[in-house]
């Protein structure tokens, strides 16, 4: 009988996290995790295809059965995948930006300057592999921001542009996310922890 993992209602980054737990205990095999978010249901079928697993994803109602294909190969693909190839510097540089605005003192001065920042991103050298946005910062990447093009422009270059997913549901901009994707905690706290240097503007 195949196994059913309920992550239902469970906060980032549980799901992702069940699912780790999940692949690590089996060799391969095939097992299945219920969501009730659409950030839930990507965050798994994202992490279970970087595992090198297969995923298929049925919607029922409002929740969400992924399930996830576990082959011996794993273990190769995990490593393919360990590192990804984006960005043009040889570094792994993280851009991590936690407020729609830069520095401290005056918020519209603030809201300049880290317009000024994004835009100059694609002019300097090395570039970074990612850049990630956390609470306020998630409104630089949605609907209304005058980023959007500028972020896209980045993306097309190879930047991976990552907003939390937590985040974009507290408040309320999940469905208007514009650039890049909703990521969770898992996701995160690894790629600052692998990064050879995090700006933080």
Do not use: W
């Given at each position: 009988?195949?196994?059913?993992?309920?992550?239902?209602?469970?906060?980032?980054?549980?799901?992702?996290?069940?699912?780790?737990?999940?692949l690590e205990d089996r060799e391969e095999g095939t097992f299945s995790v219920v969501v009730d978010s659409a950030i839930s249901k990507d965050n798994v079928v994202r992490f279970a295809a970087s595992q090198g697993c297969e995923t298929r994803v049925e919607e029922k109602g409002k929740e969400f059965h992924i399930e996830?294909?576990?082959?011996?190969?794993?273990?190769?693909?995990?490593?393919?995948?360990?590192?990804p190839e984006t960005g043009s510097g040889k570094e792994n540089i993280t851009v991590?930006?936690?407020?729609?605005?830069?520095?401290?003192?005056?918020?519209?001065?603030?809201a300049i300057l880290i317009k000024g920042f994004i835009k100059t991103i694609k002019d300097v050298d090395p570039k970074p592999r990612?850049?990630?946005?956390?609470?306020?910062g998630i409104f630089l990447t949605t609907e209304g921001s005058e980023?959007?093009?500028?972020?896209k422009e980045l993306e097309?270059?190879?930047?991976?542009?990552?907003?939390?997913?937590?985040?974009l549901d507290f408040f309320n901009r999940k469905?208007?996310?514009?650039v890049g994707l909703a990521s969770n905690m898992f996701d995160i706290t690894s790629a600052l922890m692998q990064a050879d240097k995090v700006v933080i503007p």
């Open positions: 009988m195949e196994e059913i993992i309920d992550a239902r209602g469970k906060a980032c980054p549980q799901p992702v996290l069940m699912t780790k737990k999940a996830v294909i576990k082959g011996k190969d794993v273990a190769a693909e995990k490593e393919r995948h360990s590192e991590y930006i936690h407020s729609s605005r830069m520095g401290q003192g005056d918020d519209e001065l603030g990612r850049m990630i946005f956390v609470n306020s980023l959007i093009d500028a972020l097309e270059m190879g930047i991976e542009i990552l907003s939390c997913g937590t985040c469905e208007k996310l514009q």
